[in-house]
């Protein structure tokens, strides 16, 4: 694999020696890429406008299991699909919420009230992780209910926490019990630096919050503990995973593989995408190369994984990193049968 990887770059190259000019030539002819994508990141998140991709249609309310009630966001978006995915767990009246939907929405507060029509109430809620389509909701719904219960959150490592919500921060393995049913905290960082999953018991049954979705791919914030993450859900081996947007991924063992292969798949990319190229590449030279598929919508989030990959491969000792956010291949001194290459 790797000396594939390092095959080819095996002359010393005219763009060594092309100073800083290039680069930033790259830096100015990226500038109307990122305005396009800028713009239209703000636009779909101002007036909330659904993706363009094709979702599968998911009911406001939904009984998946004895156990679990899925209840929609109503919160549709390209970054939240069709809306965030919000569960209410318990055999009886006492129910424990996982994740909250986003402030404001009195629509998705409506479609709580009546899953909970039953006289069920809820007494605890799991927060998989920081950003506002998960947490946004918890003020509305205590309202709601009309008391404090607990919040149970992992402590976030690199800024505060909302100080808006009295959180019980909590360690890895903190269980939780309600109503017939055992919840695990797991700790799967990576999509951020303070993501929980949760783990039903009685059901094997991992809800994956954002590490994993139901349709797309996630974005995340730190490439390595995001992989260690995805090879820790192949370990629990769950029956289903129940994800923080889309439909329930019914067979976790090939969506997880999925997920780390499309990872390196996309790492291959970066690499022979700079292999490919006559000088050096910016981060959204490599995003246009090689995401061809996405809505301009998402373009932002792509350049950031790609970003992520690329801070990878420089601590990797495979990629240079070089003024204006440009990249070149490491040059590899010696050709892949190890002999030094003829000029
Ligand atoms: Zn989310």
Redesign the pocket.
């Known amino acids: 694999m790797l000396s594939a990887t390092f095959r080819s770059v095996c002359f010393p190259s005219p763009t060594n020696h092309h100073h800083a000019i290039v680069p930033m030539l790259s830096l100015l002819r990226n500038l109307p890429d990122y305005a396009y994508a800028g713009a239209a990141y703000f636009f779909s998140k101002t007036f909330h406008r659904p993706s363009m991709v094709k979702l599968t249609p998911l009911e406001d309310i939904t009984v998946l299991t004895p156990l679990v009630t899925r209840v929609l966001g109503q919160n549709a978006g390209p970054?939240?699909l069709q809306g965030?995915n919000t569960y209410l767990v318990g055999a009886g009246k006492r129910k424990i919420l996982i994740d909250a939907g986003e402030p404001n929405i009195e629509s998705y507060i409506e479609t709580l009230k009546k899953a909970l029509s039953d006289g069920s109430t809820i007494d605890g809620i799991i927060a998989t992780h920081w950003?506002g389509?998960?947490v946004g909701g918890i003020p509305d719904v205590l309202k709601l209910i009309g008391k404090e219960v607990p919040v149970y959150k992992y402590k976030r490592l690199e800024a505060a926490d909302d100080p808006k919500v009295n959180y019980t921060f909590s360690d890895d393995n903190t269980v939780i019990k309600t109503d017939g049913a055992t919840l695990k905290l797991i700790y799967t960082p990576g999509h951020t630096t303070d993501h929980f999953s949760v783990y039903l018991e009685e059901e094997n049954i991992l809800f994956s919050g954002?590490c994993i979705l139901g349709e797309g791919t996630a974005i995340f914030e730190d490439l390595h503990t995001y992989m260690d993450s995805l090879n820790k859900y192949l370990e629990i081996k769950a029956a289903r995973i129940f994800p923080?947007?889309g439909p329930v991924v019914e067979d976790p063992h090939s969506k997880i593989n999925e997920y780390i292969e499309h990872r390196l798949k996309r790492e291959r990319q970066i690499i022979a995408s700079l292999r490919e190229s006559a000088s050096p590449l910016s981060t959204m030279d490599i995003v246009n190369s090689i995401y061809t598929d996405i809505p301009i919508t998402v373009k932002l989030a792509a350049v950031a994984n790609v970003k992520h990959h690329l801070t990878k491969l420089v601590k990797d000792g495979q990629v240079t990193a070089l003024p204006y956010d440009t990249y070149s291949l490491v040059v590899s001194t010696t050709t892949e049968s190890g002999e030094r290459p003829s000029l």
Request: no cysteine; glycine share 12%.
């Open positions: 970054f939240t965030t950003h389509d998960h954002d923080g947007h």
